[in-house]
């Protein structure tokens, strides 16, 4: 799942997006600009927008097309052009060990980005087999969210943002559609295997695209409908030989893939026109929130009080359990969405759309292993021709078309 991304994720589902970030002096003021071009997924991650101190400039972030629901910084700053010098030979030592520094640390990110983003899976579907209630756990991961933002801004670790109505009005349609997005994905994980789950959740670009072009007037490159041929042959294929396939399962990830790209699009049309952008853990964190309490009265409405510990115990489950996976599962989801979008401030949206699509591959693979799903050489081959197209799709959709 995505998700992240921004969000996209919220991409998790978390995608593609461009970085663009300008500076001006003007008076600061909080509002929101929710970005006009989006990456799956987040994260997906394009309309700029700026906001900057009359002292020091600030980077803003724009929510963005990915896989998970993820967002993307916007482009580089420019500086005042600094008087030529003599550079002491001991700094060009140094550029070598700083360049080396950067790359490991980028590495260590991508690698706690597809650790976590396993460690979700694995206990998300454990938690999901022993009890039967998706809309509930969904509700769960939230509160866990929730409680993680109040603590981040209680204790000033990032700074509470003041809203007015007017954003909170621009936020409530992604809010919605980014529970949605989690709620689908988790009732699909409840009914097939994880490695299913994921593959269909692999047309997320076939997806993006028709919406794109529907509502945006977006009219896709033929190298971009090239790419969708194998995504959607490869899910099919998939498909006809899945041993745990049901109608269920395949039906909520494909309602997941329409949600989160639905988001998107409303990202690039819902636009607050002011001055000041929210940064991506702002926005995320407020969207978390806000699922929690739109998602937590459908829950007890749907599923009653399910989660106590009498209650769990009256339908014979291990309360100690199940409460210890759901926290850990709940913490893994934040944790890789947040990875995600410190990735997204250090490499290009290809780069971070190509990693989305390995992290698939690594999801697919450990859960094949770790749960031992049966996978015949049919099926298999279906599930990588899915995924090869959506790295095709990632590398492609960054070619403009030609204009006369």
């Not at 510990?309 to 947040?338: D, E, W």
């Not at 031992?372 to 049919?378: L, N």
Request: aromatic residues 10%.
């Amino acid at each position: 799942m995505q998700t992240a991304a921004a969000f996209s994720t919220f991409s998790p589902s978390l995608p593609h997006r461009n970085l663009h970030r300008t500076n001006h002096l003007r008076r600061p003021s909080f509002s929101v600009r929710l970005s006009s071009k989006l990456t799956d997924g987040g994260a997906n991650p394009n309309g700029a927008s700026s906001s900057s101190s009359s002292s020091f400039p600030r980077r803003s972030w724009h929510l963005a097309n990915s896989s998970p629901f993820k967002f993307r910084p916007l482009a580089s700053d420019s500086s005042p052009p600094k008087a030529a010098s003599s550079v002491p030979d001991s700094a060009g030592s140094a550029e070598p060990s700083s360049s080396l520094m950067k790359t490991l640390q980028l590495g260590s990110l991508f690698g706690l980005w597809y650790l976590f983003n396993i460690y979700f899976n694995i206990y998300n579907k454990q938690v999901l087999k022993a009890f039967h209630y998706p809309v509930t756990i969904t509700a769960v991961q939230f509160a866990v969210g929730t409680v993680l933002v109040s603590v981040m801004w209680g204790l000033n670790l990032y700074k509470r943002p003041k809203l007015s109505g007017a954003q909170l009005a621009a936020i409530l349609p992604l809010a919605l559609v980014h529970t949605l997005g989690n709620l689908f994905t988790n009732m699909s994980l409840g009914k097939v295997a994880v490695s299913f789950t994921h593959t269909i959740k692999a047309m997320e670009p076939f997806f993006s695209v028709i919406l794109s072009a529907m509502f945006l007037g977006e009219k896709p490159t033929p190298w971009v409908v090239g790419s969708l041929l194998p995504i959607v042959g490869g899910v099919a294929l998939a498909s006809l030989t899945e041993a745990s396939f049901n109608w269920a399962g395949f039906w909520s990830a494909m309602a997941s893939n329409v949600t989160n790209q639905s988001r998107n699009v409303l990202s690039k049309k819902a636009m607050v026109k002011k001055e000041d952008s929210m940064d991506n853990i702002t926005l995320f964190s407020i969207i978390t929130v806000m699922s929690f309490f739109l998602l937590a009265p459908v829950a007890v409405f749907m599923e009653g009080v399910k989660f106590t510990p009498a209650a769990l115990q009256a339908a014979g489950v291990n309360v100690r359990q199940l409460y210890i996976r759901s926290l850990l599962a709940a913490l893994c989801f934040h944790a890789y969405q947040q990875v995600s979008y410190m990735i997204l401030q250090r490499v290009s949206p290809v780069t971070h759309s190509v990693g989305n699509c390995v992290k698939r591959v690594v999801v697919i693979v450990s859960s094949v292993i770790f749960f031992q799903t049966p996978v015949s050489p049919v099926n298999a081959m279906g599930t990588a021709l899915a995924l090869t197209g959506v790295f095709l799709y990632s590398r492609v959709k960054r070619i403009k078309p030609k204009t006369a």
